[in-house]
């Protein structure tokens, strides 16, 4: 894993001047940042408890006291709102992260192998993609006899794989043939040692792009189970924020300030996501790096 | 073939996963029914058993032969919340609605969305491609229910110039008749608008990175060689070229949208399966949402199939056995 | 078509036929379930009897879909055969296991055509090269002194300055440098070169062929040489077989058969390449029709294999 470790440690500095360069992944980088911290720093930043009895006047708009008011029983919206960052951003990355290690080992190993193994998973690979997917989470999630936000992201997992499997799978093929591929076979490695260490190198920069669109998918799919109210747990969540603001009449009060909040922040943090892929190219292709 | 494998698939999950759940989910809907003050005969109960062939005493593949039979008689089981209609008749009367809302929103953001992004490959100029590429992705993020939410706070409940729910006012009557046509259109904009808007976005960033693809192709290489304009190189050559993937894109696409549809019906209480399968999920109708599954997986299958048609239509190369 | 009897065979291949199923061209990444797609089979190898002696160099000479590229690739396990039995040392290479297979690993080893494809780009030159050693039980410090030492053979030296660098950074002579340098590091009994210096600069193709003459010479190391071009062939190779259409046709002494070519195909080849006799300009056409062969009486006939015994060692498929 050599390459990996190298493309890993390659300098922080160098890093930062790449995403310098490319002022569009810097707006992402700083976006995700900005809600990183959000959420890592809950704790110090929610004065008042999210979801415990009232802790103001009710229907407040922001003031200094609620920054972004209070809902229709007088809970702290901004409260609800950094704690609701946490659960959207551990469920989008934790889902992103485990559709990447097993779109990344399925679909490099399967297109380095081919053969039957590789049109038999395809096979599953093409019905995963073509079931609805949505759908097909809601139908997990009121089935499965388990829940909670890890539920919620294993079944996420389960109902997404499919296309970053498909998309590495179409490179590593690509590479099968490879006469770099094929000296490193001459030399007696194997098929994992040519997949992730010949093969995986090459594609990372596309990997990360995938892991991106994998962790957008999974923070709107989270949020859409709880806008539902298919919570995920006894939480608070920017989906939950607006299942409440729904069902308890935000929009006849018009009380925007209990709706833009959280939707705003799940657009943002999606479109920060995706920004910093244009960073990613750079960052991860040999051809472009700078020494 | 994937077809068949994608159907065979939703059905086993929808066989499967009410035979996973702890105890007898039959026995639970009876008895809450009975509950609720339903009088329900032994034959009723019989019937209820019968659907979906659940039965537990019965080996597994009896129970799915009895399950098949059921649905080829059309036979989805009966809603618990809306008891004791049948699960057919609840979605065979609130389809219409969501392939009205489906239809319409694909074609007005695929459409459009598909010869800017063709348009915007021929203009490639850093200073248009730092403001466009952003807001692009940015309109893509956006959650297309918040959208809905946005629209209604402002149109519906601060302005008024458009309604807060459902799907016609309940002063026309409906039929053909010019009121309720009407009155069906002033409903269906903000939910259409907020489906469509989202998803145009997706649709002219991928017109627009096949675009650039394609313009580096030799064939578009040799028709810039011979002098041809790149207005017309962008429309017959690039563009035809582009197309192809643009449709396999919108296939593809269609789980999304139908996935956004059941959030923004949600928003709107518009009457289509996608608001009532979030009724479903809140009442713990089991019968209706295996139902439900089973129709959108349907759906997207005809419109994977017809996103073929058109694809061998366009693509001389392809023909269809 | 038999070896001679005191040369040890280190590759043979016996009656090998290779098929390609070949797709008509569909639209790239379908997901379409029900779009048809028409194949039909190419015979990339018929009926190849062939074998690569001990110590010797031999080049496999013909156009481009003669099959050449295909036998290398049998012979390096990478493609089975649909018929046929290849064996390395007379164990079949596809039936090789542990300490066979390793050994067999070791001891062929391929070089490429394109420099730009056979270094993978994302690693550098130093991990490259060291692939080469991926199965020698030795210590990280003696590999590393060994990629070293092989570099420095090659001409890739400062060694310091080029084993951090990535292929893109080197032009295609010093990448060609870099995959003979993986080739041969790890002293291997065969080596087998498809169109080793046929995508290089002209400039550089000489420098490449002697480096190539020089590291098999230094450890009198078997060399399969598959090329398009005779010249080149003639410099590296003593014996030679030409090919055409998945058959050898033509099969003898590399002198033999550029001096007196049997086969009308080994007669085009040679036509087609600019003379390498006559300085600047193209050798005269030779008469296609075959001076020795063609006539029954002129040489002994095998019945069953289909070629003609020339003597010395010269085979040529009958018309």
């Known amino acids: 894993m050599g390459g990996t470790a190298m493309a890993l440690l390659y300098s922080f500095r160098s890093v930062m001047a790449v995403f310098w360069r490319n002022k569009k992944s810097l707006v992402g980088l700083i976006i995700v940042i900005t809600f990183v911290l959000i959420a890592v720093l809950a704790p110090y930043e929610s004065p008042y408890n999210p979801t415990g009895f009232s802790t103001g006047p009710a229907w407040q708009p922001p003031s200094l006291a609620h920054p972004m008011g209070t809902d229709y029983v007088g809970h702290d919206l901004w409260s609800q709102f950094v704690w609701g ?41 093409d019905i995963f993609l073509t079931l609805p997917t949505l759908p097909l989470i809601i139908l997990l999630i009121v089935f499965l006899p388990f829940h909670g936000p890890l539920v919620v992201t294993l079944v996420i997992v389960i109902t997404s794989w499919a296309g970053h499997t498909r998309n590495m799978r179409a490179q590593s093929y690509s590479y ?28 990372l920069s596309l990997a990360m792009a995938g892991m991106m669109y994998s962790i957008v998918a999974a923070i709107g799919a989270e949020a859409a189970l709880d806008f539902l109210g298919l919570a995920s747990g006894n939480t608070v969540s920017w989906g939950t924020m607006l299942y409440w603001a729904q069902s308890e009449g935000a929009i006849i009060n018009g009380t925007w300030w209990w709706i833009v909040p959280p939707g705003l922040a799940l657009a943002l943090i999606g479109f920060g996501l995706v920004m910093m892929n244009y960073a990613f190219d750079e960052l991860f292709n040999p051809r472009l790096r700078v020494l | 073939m994937l077809l068949t494998g994608t159907f065979v698939a939703a059905l086993l999950i929808d066989f499967t996963l009410p035979r996973l759940m702890p105890g007898n989910p039959v026995q639970t809907e009876v008895t809450n029914l009975i509950a609720a003050g339903f009088t329900l005969s032994p034959e009723a109960i019989k019937g209820m058993y019968a659907l979906y062939g659940y039965n537990p005493n019965l080996p597994i593949y009896v129970q799915f032969y009895d399950y098949i039979v059921q649905l080829l008689h059309g036979n989805l089981g009966v809603s618990y919340i809306f008891f004791p209609q049948s699960v057919s008749y609840l979605i065979a009367q609130r389809l219409p609605w969501t392939i009205f809302l489906v239809s319409i929103a694909v074609a007005v953001s695929w459409i459009p969305g598909t010869f800017i992004g063709m348009f915007a490959a021929g203009k490639r100029n850093a200073k248009f491609d730092s403001i466009f590429t952003p807001l692009l992705n940015f309109i893509s993020s956006i959650p297309n229910f918040w959208l809905g939410f946005l629209f209604l706070i ?168 | 078509m038999v070896g001679s009897p005191w040369s040890h065979e280190v590759l043979k291949a016996q009656g090998v036929n290779v098929v390609f199923r070949m797709r008509s061209s569909a639209p790239k990444g379908d997901h379409l379930a029900s779009v048809a797609r028409e194949s039909f089979y190419v015979k990339a190898l018929r009926n190849v009897d062939f074998q690569v002696l001990e110590g010797e160099s031999v080049s496999l000479v013909g156009g481009s879909g003669s099959g050449k590229s295909t036998l290398a690739k049998v012979f390096l396990g990478f493609l089975r055969p649909k018929e046929g039995s290849v064996a390395y040392l007379g164990n079949d290479i596809y039936r090789l296991k542990g300490r066979r297979m390793r050994e067999f690993r070791i001891n062929v080893q391929p070089i490429f055509q394109d420099p730009y494809n056979s270094l993978n780009p994302a690693r550098k ?30 001409g890739l030296t400062p060694v310091d300055l080029f084993l951090d660098k990535y292929p893109h950074q080197l032009s295609g002579g010093q990448r060609q440098r870099a995959a003979i340098a993986r080739a041969f590091i790890g002293q291997p009994k065969v080596i087998i070169a498809d169109e080793p210096v046929s995508m290089l600069d002209a400039s550089v193709r000489a420098d490449i062929l002697n480096l190539i003459l020089k590291m098999k010479q230094s450890k009198n190391t ?97 018309g």
């Open chain 3, 125 to 154: 030159i130093s991990h490259s090269v060291q692939l080469g050693l991926f199965l020698h039980e030795m210590s990280k410090e003696q590999k590393e002194e060994r990629v070293a030492r092989t570099l420095e053979m090659v």
């Open chain 1, 176 to 203: 099968r043939e490879r006469d770099f591929i094929l000296a490193a076979k001459a030399s007696g490695y194997g098929s994992l040692r040519i997949s992730f260490s010949e093969i995986f190198p090459n594609i």
């Open chain 2, 154 to 321: 402002f149109f519906a409940a601060d302005l008024k110039i458009f309604p807060l729910f459902g799907a016609y006012s309940n002063t026309v009557t409906p039929g053909a008749n010019l009121a309720f046509i009407l009155s069906v259109l002033h409903h269906a904009i903000l939910p259409i608008l907020s489906l469509a808007i989202v998803a145009m976005g997706g649709y002219v960033i991928h017109m627009r990175n096949t675009m650039v693809g394609v313009m580096g192709d030799d064939f578009v290489l040799v028709a810039r060689a011979k002098g041809l304009s790149n207005r017309r190189i962008v429309r017959t050559y690039a563009g035809a070229n582009a197309l192809l993937p643009n449709i396999t894109m919108l296939a593809i696409s269609m789980g999304a949208v139908f996935g956004g549809n059941i959030l923004v019906e949600t928003i709107f209480t518009y009457p289509g399966i996608g608001y009532l399968s979030a009724v479903a999920v809140s009442g713990e109708d089991y019968s209706l949402i295996l139902g439900i599954f089973l129709i959108f997986t349907i759906a997207i299958l005809v419109a994977n199939l017809m996103a073929d048609l058109l694809y061998a239509w366009l693509d001389p190369r392809v023909s269809l056995i």
């Open chain 1, 85 to 125: 960052a946490r659960i959207s951003l551990e469920v989008g990355f934790l889902a992103g992260a485990m559709v990447q290690i097993l779109g990344n080992t399925l679909g490099i190993l399967s297109g380095y192998i081919g053969g039957k193994v590789d049109d038999g998973l395809m096979r599953i690979v």
């Open chain 3, 222 to 318: 078997t060399f399969l040489y598959i090329t398009h071009d005779l010249a080149t062939a003639r410099y590296l190779t003593e014996r030679m077989a030409v090919m055409e259409q998945g058959e050898i046709v033509e099969l003898g002494k590399t002198e033999d058969i550029i001096e007196s070519p049997a086969h009308e195909y080994t007669m085009r080849l040679m036509n087609a390449v600019p003379d390498i006799w006559h300085h600047g300009s193209r050798a005269p056409d030779r008469p296609v029709v075959p001076p020795r062969f063609g006539v029954d009486s002129d040489g002994e006939k095998d019945e069953t294999s289909g070629y003609v015994d020339l003597g010395n060692g010269h085979y040529v498929k009958r």
